[in-house]
Nanobody, 128 residues
Framework: QVQLAQSGGGSVQSGGSLTLSCQVS????????MGWFRQAPGKEREGVAMLDSDGTTNYLDSVKGRFTISRDNAENTLLLQMNSLKPEDPTMYYCAIEPYRCKRVNGILSLVGTMTDWGQGTQVTISS
């Protein structure tokens, strides 16, 4: 069984940067799809960034050019580098994994996954 432990949230001013980490432990499935999701109060959770086993990525349009998803294989950690943060970027971020290749639509990774395991969530507060 795989466990995901998040860290790296916090408070930052608008325009600032944060890096979220998701430590993967236990039996990491092969292949797998990993992603970052976020949820604002009163809103549905949305996919922010996805990373497939082959290194392919995809991002929510509103974060393209600002966020980068990556994996540190040595540390078995999923990362989300967030730059140019905006007050409208929602607050709770979650990492997740599913034991399959990421779903694709017309060759592009879907941001709607059927994730099986989730991190505990990390709060990001952005002040204007």
């Amino acid at each position: 069984q795989v466990q995901l432990a998040q860290s790296g949230g916090g408070s930052v001013q608008s325009g600032g940067s944060l890096t979220l980490s998701c430590q993967v432990s236990g039996s990491t499935p092969r292949p797998h799809c990993m992603g970052w999701f976020r949820q604002a109060p009163g809103k549905e959770r949305e996919g922010v960034a996805m990373l497939d086993s082959d290194g392919t990525t995809n991002y929510l349009d509103s974060v393209k050019g600002r966020f980068t998803i990556s994996r540190d294989n040595a540390e078995n950690t999923l990362l989300l580098q967030m730059n140019s943060l905006k007050p409208e970027d929602p607050t709770m971020y979650y990492c997740a994994i599913e034991p399959y290749r990421c779903k694709r639509v017309n060759g592009i990774l879907s941001l709607v996954g059927t994730m099986t395991d989730w991190g505990q969530g990390t709060q990001v507060t952005i002040s204007s």
